[in-house]
T-cell receptor, first 116, second 113 residues
């Protein structure tokens, strides 16, 4: 397993277009997280999945954002009608959680979105 | 509330110790983390500490936790140029869904020759 994989690594789009990012977590990990990181800031939590169930969404995630993890493996994050303020690095992370035991959170290298 | 605060910058001389400080707000946090981010790279877990511990040492890294003051620190002994990076403090937030991690804004560590 090569770790958490994200693609595309960089997406440049015009305002108003839709974009979709994909995350392939570490295969045995049941939890998958999406974060957003802007320049000079730490990662901000967006949403997370336990297997295929989306358990929590941040209020940062407007109606234009949707995330899915249909089979409990890879996940997609779609942004509709992009705005310049959506420009950021979108980070995916995964971990294994069994009962109260929490494994290390592994991050992908991120998908950078630039909205012109 | 959910908030993690760190100073933005730290500059140390090569060979000296670096101490990066962090305060957090959630008293129910079970895990506290230090992540490292090098330019153009992803986040790398450096170390973590359970909330029932006061100190953890791992080679050049020492983590100190003061639960009463909700204060976490990372000490890097014999700081080298390879340690230049942004260091993020993070805490686990337990709520009904459990286990999301909240990050600080990061401390940029620069090394002077």
């Amino acid at each position: 397993d090569t770790g958490v994989s994200q693609n595309p690594r960089h997406k440049i789009t015009k305002r108003g277009q839709n974009v979709t990012f994909r995350c392939d977590p570490i295969s045995e990990h049941n939890r998958l997280y999406w974060y957003r990181q802007t320049l000079g800031q730490g990662p901000e939590f967006l949403t997370y999945f336990q297997n295929e169930a989306q358990l929590e969404k941040s209020r940062l995630l407007s109606d234009r954002f949707s995330a899915e993890r249909p089979k409990g493996s890879f996940s997609t994050l779609e942004i509709q009608r992009t705005e310049q303020g959506d420009s950021a690095m979108y980070l995916c992370a995964s971990r294994q959680q069994s009962g109260t035991l929490t494994g290390e959170l592994f991050f992908g290298e991120g998908s950078r979105l630039t909205v012109l | 509330g959910e908030d993690v605060e760190q100073s933005l910058f730290l500059s140390v001389r090569e060979g000296d110790s670096s101490v990066i400080n962090c305060t957090y707000t959630d008293s129910s946090s079970t895990y506290l983390y230090w992540y490292k981010q090098e330019p153009g790279a992803g986040l790398q877990l450096l170390t973590y500490i359970f909330s029932n511990m006061d100190m953890k040492q791992d080679q050049r890294l020492t983590v100190l936790l003061n639960k009463k003051d909700k204060h976490l620190s990372l000490r890097i002994a014999d700081t080298q140029t390879v340690d230049s990076a942004i260091y993020f403090c993070a805490e686990t937030i337990l709520n009904s869904s459990a286990s999301k991690i909240i990050f600080g804004s990061g401390t940029r560590l620069s090394i002077r020759p």
